[in-house]
């Protein structure tokens, strides 16, 4: 497994943008797909976005235009783009490693997980 170590989470304004990053260590990072997910208070964790070694990304339904999901392969870290950021994107965010090319929306598809940073988005 590898670990992975969330960062970037923080308090913004509504509207605004932050960008979160996931650096992974512990074994290779090739071949991995990688997910974000977040979780509100209450609330079930839920699938952000998706992006595969190669590059290929998915995006819950509710997702796309706000967020980009990016990785740099050769600094083992993924970033996590929000834009236009709402009250309702307050959250903990976590990402999630897989071995394999597949990206999968489970939660239970994933193997290793971070720790998670929070956003919070201020009204």
């Known amino acids: 497994q590898v670990q992975l170590v969330e960062s970037g989470g923080g308090l913004v304004q509504t509207g605004g943008s932050l960008r979160l990053s996931c650096t992974a260590s512990?074994?290779?990072?090739?071949?991995?797909?990688m997910g974000w997910f977040r979780q509100a208070p209450g609330k079930e964790r839920e699938f952000v976005a998706g992006?595969?070694?190669?590059?290929?990304?998915d995006y819950a339904n509710s997702r796309k235009g706000r967020f980009t999901i990016s990785r740099d392969n050769a600094k083992y870290t993924i970033y996590l783009q929000i834009n236009s950021l709402k009250p309702e994107d307050t959250a903990v965010y976590y990402c999630?490693?897989?071995?394999?090319?597949?990206?999968?929306?489970?939660?239970?598809?994933?193997?290793?997980w971070g720790q998670g940073t929070q956003v919070t988005v201020s009204s």
């Open positions: 992006i595969s070694w190669s590059g290929a990304t």
């Open positions: 999630a490693a897989r071995p394999g090319p597949v990206i999968t929306r489970r939660a239970s598809d994933f193997a290793s």
């Open positions: 512990g074994r290779t990072f090739s071949g991995y797909s």
